[in-house]
Every structure is written in structure tokens, then in C-alpha cells.
Antibody, heavy 120, light 107 residues
Framework: EVQLVQSGGGLVKPGESLRLSCTVSGFRFSYGWMSWVRQAPGKRLEWVGRIKSETDGGTIDYAAPVKGRFFISRDDSKNKVYLQMNSLKTEDTAVYFC???????????WGQGSLVSVSS | DIQMTQSPSSLSASIGDRVTITCQASEDNRNYLSWYQQKPGKAPKLLIYDAFNLEAGVSSRFSGTASGTDFFLTISSLQPEDSATYYCQQFDNRPQYTFGQGTKVEI
């Protein structure tokens, strides 16, 4: 059974940083692409970014609203993917989900979500 | 960017009803269209991928069809557990993943 367990999240002030982690089991992690998706309160889902497997080049892509502030990384030895969020803004307040991207076009398995609140 | 317009934003139906949700893409996305079900406080669950394909373990009550840049999610016989918000999601090779605004289904 594939499981994604997230940690991190919390309340921070604008301009501060936060890191989310996602540990994956039951999945060939080193071959898998991973993604982060967020959902602001009462809003639609929004893609944040994606990291390919090292065997596929390890390319990382970001959505425009977070490019240059958010950074995705992975540690295949620990089956973990990370989302480093810098220069946080109030509009980054959302529940953040990590997901697997087994096939390029969709998100098949999801973590439980991590709430990030940015407020002064 | 490809924009996704989903309709209706909400609907109310009865047990056993046939329900259809529509998602319109602003341009051709090669049928890279998926559907998700989300219940309050939970992560989304993949139902349909690449427009037509039922995810393993998902009830056959759910089906996906397409006509050009219009995509449809149909629930053939609505059940109490189908009460949720449904989202479409498209992919293009920029890469960009875009979700529709969601349809809340009440029973």
C-alpha cells in the first residue's frame, strides 16, 4: 500500500521560511516523480511544483506564483521529498499536499496535507 | 496557460440520480484530463485519468467522457457516499497542471 506521510507546517509571519517534508512508503520512490499541490481556504487546488526522478534528470519545475521563493528537493535514500518555502506571503496560506506523479499527467497518491498559515 | 472552466459550481440531487459535471479547456490538451473527489478535511482522491480511464478501485458508477475540449464526469447512480466536491485537472507540457474551480455535489 502506498502511503505519504507529511510533517511540518504551522503559523509563521510574512517574510519567514518554513519546510515541509513528505515520507513515502510502498512505492518505488527513487523512480517516481513527486509534486506539491496546495489549497487555500475555500479555494480550488493549485499546483505548486514537481520534481522528476534522478533517472529522468531530476528536473524541477514550479508554478509562477512560487517560482524563486519555493524550492523542492528529494532524498532518495530516505524516501523523502521536501518543500522549502521562503519569503512567505499571506497569500501562501493553504493546506499543502505532497503527491506522487506516476504518470506525467496526473496525481495518483496524496499525503494527508499540512496547514501553513502566514499571518502577522 | 490552459484555463479550465468547470460547471456547475454546485448541484443537489437525489439518491439514484444520474449526475454529470462538465469541464471545458481553453485549448486542446490531448485528453490529459483527470477527475478527483475531495471530501471535507481530506486529500483529493483520483477517480478518472486521461479523460476516460477509471482508476483502480474506484466504483464503476463513475465514468469520464470527452468531446473536443469539453470533458464530462458522470455518476450513473448517485449514492450517499458520493457527497463531495469534484475537481477536474488538466496537464500540458510547459509543464502546467491546472484545476477547475470545483463542483460541490449535495445529496
Amino acid at each position: 500500500e502506498v502511503q505519504l506521510v507529511q510533517s511540518g507546517g504551522g503559523l509563521v509571519k510574512p517574510g519567514e521560511s518554513l519546510r515541509l517534508s513528505c515520507t513515502v512508503s510502498g512505492f518505488r520512490f527513487s523512480y517516481g516523480w513527486m509534486s506539491w499541490v496546495r489549497q487555500a481556504p475555500g479555494k480550488r487546488l493549485e499546483w505548486v511544483g514537481r520534481i522528476k526522478s534522478e533517472t529522468d534528470g531530476g528536473t524541477i519545475d514550479y508554478a509562477a506564483p512560487v517560482k524563486g521563493r519555493f524550492f523542492i528537493s528529494r532524498d532518495d535514500s530516505k524516501n523523502k521529498v521536501y518543500l522549502q518555502m521562503n519569503s512567505l506571503k499571506t497569500e501562501d496560506t493553504a493546506v499543502y499536499f505532497c503527491t506522487t506523479v506516476t504518470v506525467i499527467s496526473y496525481f495518483d497518491y496524496w499525503g494527508q496535507g499540512s496547514l501553513v498559515s502566514v499571518s502577522s | 496557460d490552459i484555463q479550465m472552466t468547470q460547471s456547475p459550481s454546485s448541484l443537489s440531487a437525489s439518491i439514484g440520480d444520474r449526475v454529470t459535471i462538465t469541464c471545458q479547456a481553453s485549448e486542446d490538451n490531448r485528453n490529459y484530463l483527470s477527475w478527483y473527489q475531495q471530501k471535507p478535511g481530506k486529500a483529493p482522491k483520483l477517480l478518472i485519468y486521461d479523460a476516460f480511464n477509471l482508476e483502480a478501485g474506484v466504483s464503476s458508477r463513475f465514468s469520464g467522457t470527452a468531446s473536443g475540449t469539453d470533458f464530462f464526469l458522470t455518476i450513473s447512480s448517485l449514492q450517499p457516499e458520493d457527497s463531495a466536491t469534484y475537481y477536474c485537472q488538466q496537464f500540458d507540457n510547459r509543464p502546467q497542471y491546472t484545476f477547475g474551480q470545483g463542483t460541490k455535489v449535495e445529496i
